[in-house]
């Protein structure tokens, strides 16, 4: 059968909406990586190394058996740890992970990224034990502003740290309670998501999820 160009470029436009809306529906439907399919040693399968030392290691305490994503580089006091995942693409966003502070004399814990344009633009939500604070900011060309802050007390062991956005409109919850609501404008188109540390923070993350548009 002998199929015009026309026509061809036709199926072809058709094809590609088709995709762009099952990628939608599943964005909107959600997605978790838990790391248990990834090799050991390596970067999780679709996650950028940007800054820092990400590999997937096992940690037989994890919440989903038997890997974790971890951060293991002792970067310099300024330095952030940033793997984002390249095929994500994000305005408003549901956002939770599950991590453990495993070492760190600068810097302990880490967070979550969203709307990143890349490893220096994007908003961060993080928990440092160390300094016993619940943080958001936005990270403009490598330079960070502090957008809202609670004081919790650390306690040992994992810990769930969720962000929603809608809009300009942040909330930010650690191990469920609502600590952080605040609004922000600076940042307003999508952009990938992703994990945090900063400096020496050595910190094993599960259970990446996200839902949104």
Same mark, same amino acid.
């Given at each position: =059968? ?13 094809? @590609? ?21 990834? #090799?050991? +040693? ?8 940007? *800054?820092?030392?990400?590999? @997937? /290691? ?9 890997? @974790? $994503? ?11 740890? *940033?793997? $984002? ?5 994000? #305005?408003?966003? !549901?956002?939770?992970?599950?991590? %453990? ?13 969203? %709307? ?21 900011? #936005? ?23 969720? @962000? /929603? ?8 919850? $650690? ?6 609501? =605040? ?10 998501? +992703?994990?945090?540390?900063?400096? !020496?923070?050595?910190?094993?993350? !599960?259970? $990446? ?5």
């Amino acid at each position: =059968m002998i199929i015009s160009a026309n026509r061809g470029k036709w199926i072809a436009v058709v094809m @590609v909406s088709v995709c762009a809306v099952a990628g939608r529906a599943q964005d909107m439907k959600g997605r978790t990586w838990n790391f248990d399919g990834d #090799k050991v +040693g390596e970067i999780a399968k679709g996650f950028t190394n940007d *800054v820092g030392q990400w590999q @997937v /290691v096992a940690d037989d305490t994890a919440p989903s058996k038997p890997h @974790v $994503l971890a951060q293991q580089a002792k970067s310099e006091k300024q330095l952030y740890n *940033v793997a $984002l995942i390249a095929d994500t693409n994000f #305005k408003n966003v !549901d956002l939770s992970v599950k991590f %453990r502070a495993v070492a760190g004399a600068l810097d302990q814990g880490g967070g979550v990224v969203w %709307r990143a344009k890349d490893a220096q633009n994007y908003y961060i939500c993080r928990y440092n034990p160390l300094e016993e604070n619940f943080r958001v900011y #936005k990270v403009e060309a490598g330079k960070r502003k502090e957008l809202g802050s609670a004081n919790i007390p650390a306690t040992p062991g994992w810990h769930t740290l969720r @962000v /929603v956005m809608t809009g300009d409109k942040f909330e930010g919850y $650690l191990d469920g309670k609502k600590d952080l609501e =605040m609004s922000d404008a600076t940042i307003a188109g999508p952009g990938r998501i +992703g994990l945090w540390t900063k400096a !020496d923070a050595q910190t094993h993350f !599960d259970d $990446l999820t996200v839902s949104g548009d």
